[in-house]
């Protein structure tokens, strides 16, 4: 299988929540990188491959706590959760995720 990432990943622990039209998944973030993220869910409860959905993250950058709704698409569905594909995150999440992804 080959590997289609274009940025690292680092192996986390944070608490999300994944928004699809009016429905709410509370989730966790496994691993993340600059243009996406692995979340834990059961395959049910999620939307369907290619869906876009926003993933509600809180990041702790330089002792300064800041929530981000990041705008993405589902990619990948596994049994343990689903691969999202970030969109246009900003630049105020794009550099804590940069802080974040270098600094693990």
Known sequence: ????????RVPVVIDAV?????????????DISLNG??????PAG??????PVE????????GETRQYR??????????????????DVGMDAYFSLVSLVYNA
């Open 18 to 30: 994944l928004n699809y039209q009016a429905q709410v998944m509370i989730c966790t973030v496994r």
């Open 70 to 87: 990041i705008p993405a698409k589902i990619r990948r569905i596994t049994e343990q959760g689903a691969g999202l594909s970030f969109g």
């Open 37 to 42: 993220a692995f979340i834990e869910g059961t």
């Open 46 to 51: 999620l939307p369907y491959f290619n869906a």
């Open 55 to 62: 993933l509600g993250v809180t990041i702790n950058n330089g």
């Open 1 to 8: 299988m080959n590997e289609r990432r274009d940025s690292q």
